[in-house]
Structure formats: C-alpha cells, structure tokens
C-alpha cells in the first residue's frame, strides 16, 4: 500500500487537534504482563497449538464444500424450482466469498507476516508453515510483499515509513474499490492483498486461484447448470473483498499514531467475526498491535482482559457499539473523515496547520514514550 503524504498530514493534524483517552502506564503494564503470560503458553505448548492451527485451517475448507456442494444439492432437491436455485446461488456466492476472504486474511497475517500458524524448526514445520503461508494464493493474494509491508506497519507504526499507513484514508480511497471487479483492478492503491504492478509471485496467486476456484465451478456447472454458476461468479470476487476493504479502512482510521493506542477492536460478537474475517482473523486488532507475539486465540483472551482494563470512555473509542456496531462505526469515519477534510485539508495541506513546522521524520512524544516503555516479551 502507498503512502500518501496529504493523508499522512491529515493524520498528524487529526491527532494533534482532537482530545483521547490513551491507555496509561498502568494500563499498558498490565497489558503487556497478560501477554507475556499467553506468549509463554503458546511457545510451551507447540503440538497443542499445531492442532488449533490445523482445526482452523480445516473448518475452512470443509464448511467451503459443504456450503458448495453438499447443503446447496440438498436444498435445490427439496425446493425444486427456479427461484430457489437463484437463493442458493446468491446465498453460495456470498458464503464462498467470505470463506476465501477468512482463509487469506489468516494465511497473510498469521502466516506470510508473523509465522503463527505453524512455527517451528523442524521440517514437518517449515513444509506446513510454508503451505500455510501460501494458501493465500487460492484467492489471488500475494504474500511476499504483504509480509514485508506488515512488518514495516507494526516497526513503523504511525509514521511516514509506515507501508500500511491507516491512521487516516481519504474516503474516496475505499469507494473505488467498490467499483466492479475492484478486487483485480487497480481502480485506487488501497489494497494489501495484492501488488501494484504484476510480478511472478502474483501470477503464481492468480494461477492457483483460477485452478482452484475453476474446478469448483465446474462442479457447480455440472451439478446446478449456467444461471447458478452465472450469479456465483458474479458475487465471487466481490463480497469478500469488500469486507476486507471496510475492516482496514476502520481499524485505524482516526486513531492517535502511536501503537498502543491506535487501533480498534470489533471484538468476536457478530460484527468482529463478520468483518474481522472470523476469530483466526482480524477481530481483536489493539490485542494484535500490543502483543503482536501472540496467536488468534490468544488475542480473543488478551481482548477480553484488555476490555476489563478500560474506561467508560475508552470503550467508546476503540470498541464496537452494541448491535449496531459496525455500520455506526463505518458512518462515523466517513462522515468525521469527511467533515474534518471540508474544515481542514485545504490549510493542512498547504503547510499551515500547527504541525508543519516540525520535522516529519520526528515522532510525536507519545509515540516516542510507547517505544522507550513497551517491553519485549520473553
């Protein structure tokens, strides 16, 4: 993902004129306790970690071909009529969409960038580590580039070497995305899943997808004729990667730029799963960015006892409100986004808000404070 510089201004200005409630010393302390805790489980415990992993990565694909295959047969036979063939294909369409949206997110975080999946020395571990890392590629994502990208966000975080820099995104930014086939086309540089420019690893992605989605439509073609398999591809590569577009543009979006308080957290009710991209992805993202150390499940814990540390008012700012939730979330950064952009961007950008006189390759005190404070785990 490229940098802009007018959002990376935008950003700074945003932080600095804006009041939050950051998590204190006391806070983050006990954060960081909890964590080392959990990190020394998960290191204690590798073969009980290798089944969670495997259970995972499992129930992926088999709640794929279920959805696909077997429940779809079952329902066409009981409901013998056209307009139940169209509601199991839109409903197919949609569910493998969002599938293989869960699987990369998972291969690409935990696996390209982190090496959570399955890490180890040995080689039963480099070969499933590496077939986890690259399972990403059954839906066209490249994760080479990826890892490098996440590493220099959680390195960098808040910063203009940040490659994944979210702390503010032009709202514009994510509509082109929404355009048809967005998640092939480079309508707009606001994507993580693929590379700006085609290369040999991310026509290796594109050769898998297609094998592997391919074969699925042809049993879709065999079993259910041209007008289910017509709908499937059209709500294919789109759904899934909507999703993906409006959980990154959330996480960060209007958040301070510093990492221990800069990122959001949807939690694993409805919304955190649905956009997250189900509990090995996404959902617990400030547990993520505080111990980043630390498995999907562990995260959800950290979350949990995270959430317990807060106050009144740091609910409201880094979690989902109940029920309405997301889409409330969405509506707010969009409009905030956009309000902030109409009273400021044109001062901000000309080099006239408080900030422009400093240095820009100077990090803000907090940022400074979080990284002399935040210790490794061990």
């Known amino acids: 993902m490229k940098v802009h510089p007018d959002e990376f201004a935008m950003a700074r200005e945003y932080s600095s004129s804006h009041d939050f409630e950051h998590l ?28 969670i992993s495997l259970s995972a ?25 056209t307009w139940a063939l169209i509601l199991a294909a839109i409903f197919t369409g949609a569910v493998h969409s969002w599938l293989i949206y869960s699987l990369s997110i998972y291969s690409l975080h935990e696996g390209a960038a982190h090496n959570l ?29 990826y890892s490098e990208c996440h590493m220099a966000h959680h390195a960098k975080f808040g910063t203009e070497d940040d490659s994944e820099f979210l702390n503010f995104v032009f709202p514009r930014r994510l509509w082109l995305n929404f355009l048809p086939l967005g998640g092939f086309f480079n309508y707009t540089d606001f994507f993580v899943h693929r590379t700006p420019a085609y290369t040999r690893s ?25 007008l289910f398999t017509v709908i499937v591809i059209l709500l294919l590569p789109h759904l899934g990667f909507y999703v993906d577009r409006m959980r990154q543009f959330t996480e960060h979006n209007l958040m301070p730029l510093e990492n221990n308080s800069g990122a959001r957290s949807m939690g694993v009710g409805f919304w955190g799963l ?8 996404q959902p617990c993202h400030l547990a993520h960015h505080m111990v980043a150390g630390i498995p999907w499940y562990q995260q959800i814990v950290l979350h949990r006892h995270i ?5 009144e008012t740091q609910r409201k700012q880094f979690l989902l409100k109940p029920i309405v939730g997301f889409p409330v979330l969405l509506w707010d950064i969009l409009r905030e986004s956009n309000r902030f952009s109409r009273a400021s961007a044109a001062r901000v950008l000309a080099g006239d808000g408080p900030l422009a006189s400093e240095p820009r390759h100077i990090l803000d005190k907090n940022q400074e404070a979080h990284r002399a404070r935040k210790p490794k785990l061990g």
């Open 274 to 281: 649905l956009v997250g991209g189900g509990p090995w992805g």
């Open 57 to 81: 990565i499992g129930s992926i694909f088999a709640v794929d071909w279920l959805v696909w295959i077997a429940l779809v047969r079952w329902f066409v036979a009981a409901v013998p009529c």
């Open 202 to 226: 991310s026509a290796t992605s594109g050769f898998f997808a297609a094998i592997y989605n391919g074969l699925y439509l042809f049993m879709l073609y065999h079993f259910f004729g041209l």
């Open 307 to 311: 959430v317990g540390l807060l106050t």
């Open 117 to 145: 999946i399955f890490p180890g020395n040995s080689t039963l571990s480099r070969a499933a580590s590496f077939l986890a890392t690259n399972m990403c590629r059954l839906a066209s994502a490249e994760p080479e580039v």
């Open 24 to 51: 204190n010393p006391e806070q983050i302390h006990r954060v960081m306790v909890r964590g080392r805790e959990l990190h020394k489980w998960f290191r204690a415990h590798p073969r009980l970690h290798a089944a």
